[in-house]
């Protein structure tokens, strides 16, 4: 079966640049979606396609994808932003998979 | 404004049953595709079912043969009858609208606010 993989955590400075990465076999031939999730809420489509932004997603959010890995890139991080980042993909044969999860905290 | 909203979850046997509701506004559940995701408590995200527009069903291998999935079109509802419960089945159920890109990309944009089932003697 597909797996993504994903760094438990990240930690980053306010102001500063925060990636997270997503590993999977020849991810970048599938498209990569990110989700953001605050505690107690339900998650948040922050990237799609690789890199679109969603209507209403602050453009400090970007995305990439390429070979094996995809990457979410906040620039100028908020406290705001900290929250758990899931990466999801499709697999024909898997279905839709999510990443094991990145908590994100902005020290 | 699209709006799901998730019902039915509790507290639930070992070997029981439940059925989760979706009621969903703002779009029609008949001409989306419609999906089940749950989040084990302190853990990542799974997907669980799919209902595609068409009628076609898919299911996790972990709930296939216990859980189906299924809508009311004339009230806009995709449901989620689980059966055979098991304790590993405990988590926070997620109903999501899936969108589909070309043949290869799949993801969901809107969620519902989740619906707590715990299954435990």
């Known amino acids: 079966s597909y797996e993504l993989t994903q760094p438990p955590s990240v930690s980053v400075s306010p102001g500063q640049t925060a990636s997270i990465t997503c590993s999977g076999d020849?991810?970048?031939?599938?498209?990569a979606f990110w989700y953001q999730q605050k505690p107690g809420q339900s998650p948040v489509l922050v990237i799609y396609q690789d890199k679109k932004r969603p209507a209403g997603i602050p453009e400090r959010f970007s995305g990439s994808n390429s070979g094996n890995t995809a990457t979410l890139t906040i620039g100028g991080t908020q406290a705001m932003d900290e929250a758990d980042y899931y990466c999801?993909?499709?697999?024909?044969?898997?279905?839709?998979?999510f990443g094991g999860g990145t908590k994100l905290t902005v020290l | 404004e699209v709006q799901l909203v998730e019902s039915g979850g509790g507290l639930i046997q070992p070997g029981g049953s439940l059925r989760l509701s979706c009621a969903a506004s703002?779009?029609?559940?008949?001409?989306?595709?419609m999906s089940w995701v749950r989040q084990a408590p302190g853990k990542g995200l799974k997907w669980v079912s799919v209902?595609?527009?068409?009628?076609?069903?898919y299911y996790a291998d972990s709930v296939k043969g216990r859980f189906t999935i299924s809508r009311d079109n004339s009230k806009n509802t995709l449901y989620l009858q689980m059966n055979s419960l098991r304790a590993e089945d405990t988590a926070v159920y997620y109903c999501?609208?899936?969108?589909?890109?070309?043949?290869?990309?799949?993801?969901?944009?809107?969620w519902g606010q989740g619906i707590l089932v715990t299954v435990s003697s």
């Open positions: 209902i595609y527009s068409g009628g076609s069903t």
């Open positions: 999501a609208r899936e969108v589909t890109v070309g043949r290869t990309g799949y993801y969901f944009d809107y």
């Open positions: 999801q993909a499709w697999d024909s044969s898997t279905g839709v998979v």
């Open positions: 020849e991810l970048g031939d599938k498209y």
């Open positions: 703002g779009f029609s559940v008949s001409n989306n595709y």
